[in-house]
């Protein structure tokens, strides 16, 4: 028979196993490997990098925008269109966040690839008819990785844009955002959750950040890896808190759009959005934002210092 302390001690030692597979420690990589596209490559060699971008034009998703869903843009705040990415496509896309989450790197760091900017620039036939033929992108983006195991949680309550007015009176917006699922998000693994506009009482108070929420309002959005999620920047929106009662992660991407015709929201504006950047300013688009999501994604000091010493 087992004593009282052997027992405790076979269980610490189940425990710290699991534990141990479960957390993976964080690699920020030196400024030297950040700037060498043959470190990136390495990590995803099914993917590419273009050191000087390209002009070469892609064939836009094909999307129909119809009035039902310029309606529910009106009174909801969102739209969503299931499975408009290839299952190929999206593979190529999880596959290279899994190698940089194995290998301790922040998720976001996926847009040095070329791959993940092609979401973007084949976008015109969904964005053109809502922010008009010469709408521009943000410099505003991110990848996540939820992992389930450790209950990771997406981003609280929040307004994309609560200091200005994106919206025009009939309630169109001037700026969106697009959240792509590279798996299945579920209410299990942290899906988006929304308080569609016309349940929001803080809605048109444009004087307040107010996120409170009508708690019988409070919409879940699943949806299927390859689809996505377009919002205004006004609605409420979060991401929920993965369980360990599945197994996998989410696993998802969101960029920013908003028209010409206002003021710049954030700056640099890419104002030719169907263009590939430049592999270095991708790489300074990304420290950008670990730098202006610190409030959001609590990176770390090594990472901060990382980021700040690629945009000097």
């Known amino acids: ?90 593979s190529g896309l999880r596959s290279a966040v899994d190698n940089l989450r194995l290998n301790g790197i922040n998720p976001s760091f996926a847009f040095v690839y070329d791959e993940f900017w092609i979401v973007s620039r084949q976008l015109k036939n969904l964005l053109a008819p809502i922010l008009g033929e010469t709408y521009q992108q943000l410099p505003d983006f991110w990848c996540w990785y939820l992992d389930p195991s450790v209950q990771d949680a997406g981003w609280g309550p929040h307004r994309d844009r609560w200091h200005v007015n994106p919206l025009f009176p009939d309630g169109m917006p001037k700026s969106v955002t697009v959240w792509i699922a590279l798996t299945d998000s579920t209410p299990l693994n942290g899906c988006i959750y929304m308080l569609p506009a016309h349940l929001d009482g803080d809605y048109f108070n444009f004087e307040t950040k107010e996120t409170d929420v009508n708690a019988h309002g409070i919409r879940a959005l699943p949806i299927d890896a390859g689809s996505l999620l377009m919002w205004n920047q006004r609605v409420v929106h979060w991401g929920g808190t993965s369980s360990t009662r599945t197994d996998e992660p989410r696993i998802s991407l969101a960029i920013e759009f908003q028209r010409a015709d206002v003021p710049p929201y954030n700056t640099p504006m890419l104002k030719t959005p169907e263009t590939l950047l430049p592999f270095d300013i991708r790489l300074m688009l990304i420290a950008k934002q670990i730098t202006q999501y610190h409030h959001m994604n609590k990176a770390s000091a090594e990472l901060n210092e990382l980021a700040k010493k690629i945009l000097e």
């Open 1 to 90: 028979m087992w004593g009282t302390s052997a027992v405790w001690w076979f269980y610490m030692a189940i425990l710290i196993e699991d534990y141990t597979k479960q957390v993976i420690k964080e690699n920020v990589p030196t400024l030297e490997q950040a700037g060498d596209a043959e470190f990136w490559l390495k990590l995803n060699p099914h993917l590419t990098v273009s050191p000087a971008g390209s002009h070469e034009s892609l064939k836009p998703i094909p999307v129909d925008v119809t009035d039902e869903m310029l309606h529910y843009l009106r009174t909801d705040g969102y739209i969503q269109l299931d499975k408009v990415l290839s299952s190929d496509f999206v």
